[in-house]
């Protein structure tokens, strides 16, 4: 059982080359998400062309910022912030409607 003390974070959230919660999010034109600093790193640095999950041709110019998801995970941190101030945890958040 977890800590009531732990956050989940939504795997939506989760940068699938970091493995962490993004930061700057962005997309390619099939709707793949990357943290920018990750992807550059495996296209720019390391000298690779595709897309490291389809493994199709993939260049920095092919990605725009996922403006979207960075608002969510932005509000998101915002919740769990207030929450983390209020004493609360993710159980008790559910209580309220956003």
Do not use: Y
């Not at 997309?27 to 000298?47: D, P, Q, V, Y």
């Not at 493994?55 to 983390?84: D, Q």
């Amino acid at each position: 059982m977890p800590n009531s003390n732990s956050t989940v974070v939504p795997p939506e959230f989760i940068c699938p080359l970091t493995l962490e919660v993004f930061v700057d999010p962005i997309m390619t034109r099939s709707g793949l998400t990357f943290e920018r600093h990750a992807i550059l790193e495996w296209l720019l640095n390391e000298g690779n062309a595709t897309c490291p999950i389809t493994r199709t041709p993939l260049f920095p110019s092919m990605m725009v910022p996922n403006a979207a998801l960075r608002l969510r995970i932005e509000n998101w941190r915002h919740t769990m912030m207030m929450m983390k101030d209020w004493g609360t945890t993710e159980q008790d958040s559910m209580l309220f409607c956003f």
